[in-house]
């Protein structure tokens, strides 16, 4: 069972960006920046805050064109348990608010960050519903709302039980929230083209995981194979790399790059 997802952002700078997230938005860093042979300057790093992770990647490439990104556009979606305090927190910090809190249409209280390369954080607060930790989704963003629920659905086995979300009747869907085990994936539309430039061969989107199993190692190989039966595509085949997981990539149709894992030894 796929029990945790993060979202992975890419950054110009993995220092800068790890000092950004944990001196401004407070999250932690237990393993510092990750560095790789050959490379003169870190290339990864895992953050952590209330349960969560939010992973960070380098990218050699403009990630944000100057020439038009929709002003909704996410990155990641967090769901936390007071928006208020953690408001206060963040305008105390010196972030960058780009929505302070405000009760959305769909009924949730939403406040909107920019970090310095440009993604955009919701932190979001269910008025109805409590809970000690927070819980993150990656935002993917997408040409068609409704192809792309399609695809997850019907190749990477996810569900989308409260359908689409459109903003006027005559408009196209502009979001949906997908569903398998105990993780979700937003959706939402772009009108410009998602990947304006060349992508690196290891640039990542999101990482899923499971749980750590001794007895049940085999499970990631048959998500694989589940995956691979259903018609995905895998950008990379099933590797025990050097992180101390065993993972693969599936491409979507959209170009994003989707890995899941499961750790090797005990985290």
């Known amino acids: 069972m796929l029990t945790r997802i993060a979202p992975v952002l890419g950054v110009i700078d993995v220092d800068a960006a790890v000092e950004y997230y944990c001196g401004t938005l407070g999250f932690e860093c237990p393993y510092g920046s990750i560095g790789t042979a050959g490379e003169e300057q870190p290339v990864y790093a895992i ?22 990104r929709d002003v909704v556009g996410r990155s990641a979606y967090f769901f936390v348990n007071d928006v208020e305090r953690l408001q ?27 970090d310095k390369d440009g993604h955009r954080i919701s932190f979001s607060q269910d008025l109805d519903y409590q809970s000690e930790n927070w819980e993150v989704a990656p935002v993917l963003g997408v040409r068609d709302v409704v192809e792309g629920v399609d695809w997850f659905r019907d190749v990477l086995g996810f ?35 998602i990947f304006d430039n060349a992508r690196e061969s290891f640039e990542g989107d999101t990482y899923l995981k499971f749980d ?15 995956l691979a039966d259903r018609g995905a595509v895998i950008h990379r085949g099933l590797l025990n790399e050097e992180y ?11 170009g994003h790059r989707l890995t899941f894992g499961m750790p090797l030894f005990q985290e």
Do not use: K
């Open 212 to 226: 750590y199993m001794p007895d049940n190692v085999e499970c990631v190989d048959a998500l694989h194979q589940e």
């Open 47 to 68: 953050l952590g805050r209330a349960g969560t992770e939010l992973h960070l990647q380098i990218r050699r490439r403009e990630i944000w064109p100057s020439a038009g």
């Open 88 to 114: 206060d927190e963040f305008v105390t910090r010196g972030a960058n608010i780009i929505q302070q809190a405000t009760v959305m249409p769909y009924g949730l209280r939403e406040m909107v960050v920019e």
């Open 244 to 254: 101390g997981f065993r993972d693969f990539t599936v491409l979507t149709p959209m």
């Open 159 to 193: 569900d989308c039980p409260s359908g689409v979300y459109s903003v006027g009747e005559e408009e196209a869907p502009v979001y949906a929230i997908l569903f398998r085990d105990q993780i979700s994936i937003h959706l939402q539309i772009h009108r410009r083209a």
